[in-house]
């Protein structure tokens, strides 16, 4: 089965409202990424977030090591945050599993 | 601007022939990876070096891609006989060791007609 699973798929947000995405893992892991990919498809680091909450702006991140999940917070969304986000965890063997990401949509 | 430099931003190739990309990986990381992500979004891992030496790498890469990490010289991946199923976005991304906070660059797309 697949070893990372995002949760949704897709969110569409009227500007201002706030996003949590989700993303589960089935394995252990050494540590979690968040990525923003862009439109024409450059992945722009976001957090890395082995365990516990970090903050960054408008973004937060917590990973629940224990509970197997790792969540991304946006809050007051902007236009501009539209694009897919994705989590990977890093496993022993060294390699990014990505999962299938969240496309977000916000409109203005 | 990313610190990981890809080059060339688009390929456009023919089936059957040779597609090559390249990587400069930021400055200071010696372990650098080869992702490929399908028109599905979904991410397949190629191939991982350190310094020259490949760390791990798929059997498909290992039977029809060419890779190598020269010293002083950009990353390369080769793909020998294009396929249309080889039609991707490439990225290239680059780590310290011990530290797992990967540093990807733009890619490249490669578009086999």
């Known amino acids: 089965g697949q070893q990372v699973q995002q949760s949704p798929a897709s969110l569409v947000l009227q500007e201002g409202e706030n996003a949590e995405l989700q993303c589960n893992f089935s394995t252990s892991l050494n540590s979690m990424q968040w990525f923003y990919q862009r439109p024409g498809g450059s992945l722009v680091s976001l957090f890395y977030?082995?365990?516990g909450t970090k903050h960054s702006g408008r973004l937060t991140s917590t990973t629940v090591i224990k509970e197997r999940r790792s969540s991304l917070h946006i809050s007051s969304s902007q236009t501009t945050d539209s694009g897919t986000y994705l989590c990977a965890l890093e496993t022993n063997t060294g390699k990014l599993t990505f999962g299938d990401g969240t496309v977000l949509t916000v409109k203005p | 601007n990313s610190k990981v430099i890809q080059t060339p931003r688009y390929l456009v190739k023919g089936q059957g022939q040779k597609a090559k990309m390249r990587c400069i990986p930021e400055?200071?990381?010696?372990?650098v990876f080869w992702y490929q992500q399908n028109k599905n979004n979904e991410f397949k891992f190629l191939i991982n070096?350190?310094?020259?030496?490949?760390?791990?790498q798929i059997d498909m890469t290992e039977k029809r891609f060419s890779a190598e990490c020269p010293s002083n010289s950009p990353c390369s991946l080769e793909i020998q006989s294009s396929e249309a199923g080889d039609s991707a976005l490439y990225l290239c991304?680059?780590?310290?060791?011990?530290?797992?906070?990967?540093?990807f660059g733009s890619g490249t797309r490669l578009l086999v007609i």
């Open positions: 400055k200071g990381h010696p372990v």
């Open positions: 977030n082995p365990s």
């Open positions: 070096f350190q310094n020259q030496e490949v760390l791990q």
């Open positions: 991304a680059s780590s310290h060791p011990g530290e797992t906070d990967y540093t």
